[in-house]
């Protein structure tokens, strides 16, 4: 089977940063995504790391760790815009299915 | 622009009846993929298609059927609809095993079975 950890809820005030952790067993790894959901919304891609290392987007980073089993998606200079909910998701062949976590609710405070 | 759609946005049903949910995209993506969201589980695949008439089970398809007969659409049934289908529904689709694997995600469908 395969399974996805992350924390279901973490608070930051605007302008801090902060890591979202995402622990995953699986059977097979081809990569980690990254996906964002606001309240009501659909969930959007943010970033994909199929390399160990680090991968920065503007104010988005995300981190892979293959031998761990570990990745992170860390957010600076927060905004309130950013609160939202965080999935990370595992690619485990070269098709693009994903499985999901159940996702880290992020409040972001003033 | 490119863009997915699903219809309708929401629907209110009955037990025992037959829903099917439409999901159309505009991306001419091989790769579609419905999804249901509760809360506590994040997005759990349901059914998903590499291409014209393939189409393969997910974690959670008991009850629910896909068929692919053109690159654009991927409906989604509910043979018979049960209270523990209640949900919100996303369809997403994908491009051929592009390095980023980034699905783009439909508005969703909320599902009310009573």
């Known amino acids: 089977g395969q399974s996805l950890e992350q924390p279901s809820e973490v608070t930051a005030v605007e302008g801090a940063i902060v890591q979202i952790n995402c622990t995953y067993q699986?059977?097979?790894?081809?990569?980690l995504s990254w996906y964002q959901q606001h309240d009501g919304g659909a969930p959007t891609f943010l970033s994909y790391n199929a390399l160990d290392g680090l991968e920065e987007t503007g104010r988005f980073s995300s981190f892979l760790s293959r031998s761990d089993s570990y990745g992170y998606l860390l957010l600076q200079e927060l905004q309130m815009k950013d609160s939202a909910s965080y999935f990370c998701?595992?690619?485990?062949?070269?098709?693009?299915?994903?499985?999901f976590g159940t996702g880290t609710r992020l409040a972001v405070r003033p | 622009d490119a863009e997915i759609t699903q219809s309708p946005r929401h629907k209110i049903t009955e037990t025992g009846r037959q829903v099917t949910l439409a999901c159309h995209q505009t991306?001419?993506?091989?790769?579609m993929f419905w999804y249901r969201q509760d809360l506590g589980h994040g997005l759990r695949l349901i059914h998903y298609s590499y291409g014209v008439q393939d189409t393969n089970k997910g974690e959670v398809s008991d009850g629910y059927s896909v068929s692919r007969s053109n690159t654009e659409d991927l409906p989604l049934t509910l043979e018979s609809a049960a209270s523990s289908q209640t949900s919100v529904y996303f369809c997403?689709?994908?491009?051929?095993?592009?390095?980023?694997?980034?699905?783009?995600f439909g508005p969703g469908t909320r599902l009310t079975v009573l």
């Open positions: 998701a595992v690619r485990k062949s070269s098709g693009d299915k994903l499985t």
């Open positions: 997403a689709s994908s491009g051929l095993s592009s390095s980023y694997n980034e699905q783009f």
């Open positions: 699986t059977s097979g790894f081809y990569g």
């Open positions: 991306w001419n993506h091989n790769n």
